[in-house]
């Protein structure tokens, strides 16, 4: 073969930089990375067996080098990444690796000997005591020496250093915080813009752990010159306490402030990672037939624990948000998703043929992995691949990727590498897409995936959505957009199927496009492309469009049903896949949103609704306790959704629960539930008390208060989550 | 490779004695195996003289492996997820499992066990970082490098190169007849240059047109095994069809660079690295010799047979309660 132009191509290295040097945006291109990897610096990762690896072998193993799994068999990645941050934990970080290496100089401190594992002084016990002193605020001092930190933190700098490779790979000056309140995640994981000006050492959990707290350090960071983003994660483990409604971390109520320092410290949060999907459940979204999709709900540590479902997924946060935004004027979580690991294992498994566990010696083996064991609360089956972050830059630089992440237009994907785009505008073309060129008509025309669409009148908003397959995994099955909106203080979705493989047609009934079929062999963990797509595309304009309230679309791409990771484990050992875990998976990706903001025009035209400062100023009064009794106790209501105009029978029982018999002049079904009523899937009932002028019912573990008053002759309730509406009017009360 | 954030430095500045004491010692400090020795005195003689250990009772340079314990390697192998070892494997393991036991006791005779468990799991280990500090300590002239690049030049090899176009045939459109219709084409363009046969195929979803793409580039692109014939192909005619993850394309390579090795000063810096690297691998083998010299190894006579039935419990390696976060 000949050889030709030597010079040439040495210089020019990549055609991805060639590309780059344009930095029109229509020249982005989908880079992949992980912005979630422990390694033995980690307290845990070190406890539970990872005692080598460090930041070092973590960039070795993503750059495509096979490095030692904590086990001591070797591990390569599949297809190599372009970025990432390793994120070991900052408080205490590296301690525990140090104290027990006898060559360091804390392993001469007198307080080492407390770290060191001997027989009587087991790794559990010394997690006990550094986790208790983090939970308890109790510091100890020895460990946080500002020479020994920084050193630690140094040295991960300088790893950083080393393995960035502008326009090959790019490395992150990152770490974790975290942030464990009575078990509660609300871990943040802290990237800078460069490494230029660090500060000596990271802000930790121990000197706070309130989120706003590191929101102001940040700031002050950010201030002196050193950009700086976090990205949230484990929502679903948060108890409910990581998207709150109403009052922050330290119990002041929420306000503008408090959302617009939240938007500029953390624009992200992992939308799936080992621990599971954050982006819905199936009791928060009974209509969506794939948000039962690796769900995880425990605390952290705590064996039996669950965590409380509202505030703990992101599209409820999203539906939340345009609430907080229509009626206080501010919206804290327009956030774009990431998918990431969390793997303490220094390296980390994205496929579900190449899975090797995340967390040291607990699950390196598919007998421990499928032995049905639950550590600290942690379901080993139920946890999966690490997802991974993909960003639309320019270029494979730290700044180009940083600026991608903080204008949000990165999405999430449970591990696959399926590339995907979606853009929103009012102008497009229903053509649009038989352009070879676009992507450059769709930039130009719109905003792509974390953009606001910009105000318009009369006009109907389209999306433009495409995927390509992962060319190492499945073809794809379905583009599905979901949407959020807000009315009278109720939140709404709606899952609207847009693009899919084949020649099936929705059904004409329930609207609902059949399923793509499955090519899946569990006894054998294969499948073929034989169905599904390489690419999906189209533009799509909102049906139900209502210019006069907020919204925010995203897009979700889902694969052809694969070989879940326990299959292919169980092959390996010969038996069937366990029953108490899916067989197979519909990978996906998941987009950061893009948002519409009505005008205030456009509100001023549509229906303005009750709140109850109308009702108070109207002379209305809000029942006592003892009216509430005497008024509802053992008695049916004939309740009106002024908002959905669904009527509902409820009957407050003499036994402390509460059904909801009729809707709309029939037995309801859970989905409808839902949407009037916030209530759960698996019934209709739920218990209630009277008490300090409220009807409590507790839903999924959340108090909701519904608060009657008297307006003329007539009752009308308002529900606490409903942000100040007063939404149901009393029909009539029967005995 | 500095593996200890807070190791103490070695006496580094040893080199800066003048240059006549300099050329005198330099054979003798160049030596490896001195070096092991004297670093590993320093950094633990003077600790074993503060912490005297009990009088070793047992014989120390004897290791006696018995079936039991090369059935247990056996079993941690199984454990690990892989089918049963084959003798040659367990050979290995054997192999791996008596170096560990040799630099174990050595360094217990440095007075490095203590009542330590995690020391003890990781002297072997230790040993092996002080090889790599001592292989540190050396600064090697440019003319050693050079000698040592000639060797290893492959190594730094630089990675091929092509340019490309390509036809692509997507299974969206042809279903499974997407090769024969990639085949099909391959006939009617065949002999034609690329810039004739622009309307041919399907739209692609990426470039229908690649400069100075490398293989791990276009393995990320297209898929490994693209990437892989891609880099067999003959520039200046039209070949396949060949598959990738999207489906079958015909390619036509414009320039194919298959990489080179590139001059000793362009790639100096990474060839310092890579000869100390190989210094801590001959310091290790040297050192490693020279103490394996002192010991009898006895290993029994293994039968593949004596394998076949070995089982493990499911989940044995998790022994921990720790929450990871």
């Known amino acids: 073969m000949c050889r030709m132009n030597r010079k040439t191509l040495l210089l020019s290295s990549t055609i991805l930089a060639l590309a780059a040097t344009s930095v029109a ?174 500060p000596e050492a990271p802000f930790t959990a121990i000197e706070s752990d309130h989120p706003e707290d590191l929101w102001t350090w940040m700031d002050g960071q950010r201030k002196a010159g050193n950009d700086v983003l976090a990205i949230s994660h484990n929502a679903n483990l948060s108890n409910g306490i990581m998207f709150p409604t109403d009052v922050d971390s330290k119990g002041n109520p929420l306000d503008a402030a408090w959302a617009q320092q939240r938007m500029t410290n953390e624009p992200l949060t992992e939308i799936k990672q080992v621990k599971g999907v954050s982006e819905t459940h199936p009791d928060l979204s009974p209509n969506d037939e794939f948000a039962n999709y690796e769900i995880m709900n425990y605390l952290i540590g705590l064996d039996n624990s669950t965590s409380k479902l509202h505030g703990s997924y992101t599209r409820e946060a999203y539906q939340n948000g345009l609430a907080m935004q229509a009626t206080r004027g501010y919206n804290p979580y327009k956030f774009g998703v990431v998918g990431a690991g969390d793997s303490h294992n220094t390296a980390t498994a994205y496929s579900q043929s190449n899975f090797f566990g995340a967390h040291g010696l607990t699950d390196a083996t598919p007998a421990a992995r499928l032995a049905g064991k639950v550590e600290s609360g942690m379901n080993i089956l139920q946890t999966g691949t690490s997802g991974l972050t993909v960003v639309w830059a320019e270029e494979n630089t730290r700044e180009s990727i940083f600026a991608a992440m903080q204008r949000k237009e990165v999405y999430g994907t449970s591990g696959v590498r399926i590339q995907a785009r979606m853009f929103g505008g009012w102008e497009y073309d229903k053509g649009l897409l038989a352009d070879a060129d676009w992507v450059k008509t769709a930039y130009a025309g719109g905003v792509p995936m974390g953009g606001d669409l910009p105000a318009a009148e009369g006009k109907v908003p389209s999306f433009v959505v495409a995927a390509v397959k992962d060319p190492a995994d499945g073809n794809l099955d379905r583009i599905q957009i979901i949407k959020g909106w807000t009315k009278h203080g109720q939140i709404f979705e709606k899952v609207f199927d847009v693009a899919w493989s084949g020649d099936r047609q929705p059904d004409p009934v329930s609207g609902k496009l059949p399923p793509v079929g499955s090519t899946v062999d569990i006894t054998k963990a294969t499948y073929t492309n034989d169905i599904g797509s390489v690419e999906l595309k189209a533009v799509w304009a909102d049906p139900d469009f209502d210019p006069g309230l907020h919204a925010f679309y995203y897009a979700r791409v889902l694969q052809i049903p694969t070989p879940r990771w326990s299959t292919y484990d169980a092959v390996k050992l010969g038996i069937l896949p366990p029953s108490n875990a899916p067989a197979t998976v519909q990978e996906r990706a998941w987009t950061t949103p893009i948002w519409y903001t009505p005008t205030p025009a456009a509100i001023a035209r549509g229906e303005r609704g009750l709140t109850v400062d109308d009702l108070t100023k109207g002379g209305s009064t809000a029942l006592t306790d003892d009216q509430l009794k005497q008024l509802v106790v053992g008695k049916t209501f004939n309740v009106r959704n002024t908002v959905t105009g669904e009527n509902l029978q409820v009957l407050f029982g003499e036994n402390g629960q509460r059904i909801v018999t009729q809707l709309n002049d029939g037995p309801p079904k859970t989905e409808d539930l839902l949407q009037v009523m916030h209530t759960r899937i698996s019934g209709s009932t739920a218990a209630y008390e009277i008490r300090d002028g409220h009807i409590v019912t507790t839903i999924e573990g959340t108090p909701f208060e519904l608060t009657v008053y008297t307006s003329g002759d007539k009752y009308i309730a308002a529900r606490s989550n409903e942000f100040g509406y007063a939404n149901y009017e009393v029909q009539a009360v029967m005995q | 490779m500095k593996l200890f954030p807070i190791a103490p430095e070695p006496a580094a500045k040893q080199d800066d004695v003048d240059d006549v004491v300099k050329t005198k010692w330099q054979n003798v400090l160049r030596e490896p195996l001195l070096h092991f020795l004297v670093v590993g005195s320093l950094l633990f003689g003077g600790y074993h003289f503060l912490n005297p250990g009990e009088e070793e009772g047992v014989d120390t340079r004897k290791i006696v492996l018995t079936k039991d314990d090369v059935r247990q390697l056996a079993i941690s192998w199984l454990a690990q997820g892989r089918s049963a070892p084959t003798p040659e494997q367990i050979m290995g393991l054997v192999d791996q499992k008596v170096t560990q036991e040799i630099l174990f006791r050595e360094a217990v005779a440095l007075g490095l066990d203590r009542d330590d468990e995690v020391v003890k799991r990781r002297l072997a280990q230790k040993m092996d970082f002080l090889a790599a500090d001592v292989a540190a300590l050396q600064e090697p002239t440019t003319e050693q490098l050079n000698t040592w690049f000639t060797v290893n030049s492959e190594r730094f090899a630089l990675p091929a190169h092509a340019s490309f176009r390509h036809l692509y045939f997507s299974p969206d459109k042809h279903g499974k007849a997407a090769r024969e219709a990639a085949a099909a084409a391959l006939a009617t363009v065949g002999g034609r240059p690329p810039e004739n046969v622009a309307a041919v195929g399907d739209t692609f979803m990426f470039q229908n047109h690649y400069r100075d793409a490398t293989p791990e580039q276009m393995a990320k692109e297209f898929g490994p095994a693209f990437s892989e014939a891609l880099f067999q192909l003959t520039p200046g005619k039209w070949e396949g069809p060949i598959r990738s993850g999207y489906g079958w394309h015909l390619v036509w390579i414009d320039a194919m660079d298959l990489g080179r090795i590139p001059a000793f000063t362009e790639v100096i810096p990474s060839v310092k690295a890579g000869w100390i690297e190989d210094q801590y691998r001959e310091i290790k083998r040297i050192a490693l010799d020279e103490m394996r010299s002192r010991y009898v190894v006895t290993v029994p006579e293994i039968n593949a047979s004596d394998l076949r039935d070995l089982q493990v419990s499911a989940g044995s390696s998790a022994q921990f309660e720790v929450p990871p976060q």
């Open chain 1, 25 to 198: 945006a229509q020249e982005r291109h989908a880079f992949f990375g992980q912005t979630h990897q422990h390694t033995s610096w980690s307290l845990d990762a070190y406890i539970i067996g990872n005692t080598v690896t460090g930041p070092e072998e973590a960039y070795q193993y993503s750059m495509g080098q096979p490095i030692k799994h904590p086990a001591g068999y070797d591990v390569q990645i599949k297809t190599p990444l372009d970025f990432q941050g390793v994120t070991d934990h900052s408080e205490y970080v590296g301690v525990v690796r140090l104290a027990n290496d006898p060559t360091s100089s804390i392993s001469k401190l007198p307080v080492a000997a407390k770290l060191k594992v001997t027989k009587d002084n087991g790794p559990i016990k010394i997690f006990q005591w550094m986790a208790g002193s983090i939970a308890s605020g109790k510091p100890i001092s020895e460990l946080l020496d500002p020479k020994l930190t920084g050193s630690v933190w140094s040295e991960n700098t300088a790893i950083a250093e080393k393995y960035n490779k502008p326009g090959q790979f790019t490395t992150f000056c990152s770490y974790e915080w975290t942030s464990m309140p009575n078990n509660q995640n609300m871990h943040r994981n802290v990237f800078f813009k460069d490494c230029a000006k660090l």
